[in-house]
Each structure stands twice: as C-alpha cells, then as structure tokens.
C-alpha cells in the first residue's frame, strides 16, 4: 500500500518529491496539468507503472492539457 515515499507513485515523485521520472518535457506537462486542476484525469489517461512510449504519452499529455484549457 502507497505511503508517500519516494517510489510509491510516479505522479507523487514528480509533484511532491520534484523527482525526474519521465523526461523534463514530460514531467513539466504533469505539472502544468495538474496546476490547470486536471489532477483526477491524469488517473485515467495511462497506466503509471505500465506507461506507453515517451511520444505517445507526451501526446495524450498535450491533449489533456489543450482541453483543461
């Protein structure tokens, strides 16, 4: 069960403990999604242990983050 350590979550290493998980790009969208409040949706978009290539899931982050606005 996750407890907040680095490790239990990609999403939580790059917003809570500014770990690089994906590339810098990458990373910096998860951010900016969550800022515009699409934290709940980023759950859905991918498997985060089981992520698709880098392209892919920069793709379906720019999509998310278009639509947040």
């Known amino acids: 069960m996750p407890n907040g350590k680095i490790g239990d979550h990609p999403i939580t290493d790059i ?3 500014h770990r690089r ?7 910096e969208l998860i951010r ?3 800022a515009a409040g699409g934290r709940e ?4 978009l991918v498997d985060w242990f ?3 290539a880098s392209d892919e899931l920069r793709r379906r982050l720019e999509g998310l983050r ?3 606005g």
């Open 15 to 17: 917003l809570i403990h």
């Open 66 to 68: 278009r639509a947040l």
């Open 50 to 52: 089981d992520p698709p």
């Open 21 to 27: 998980v994906f590339t810098n790009e990458i990373d």
């Open 32 to 34: 900016a999604i969550v």
């Open 41 to 44: 949706k980023l759950d859905g």
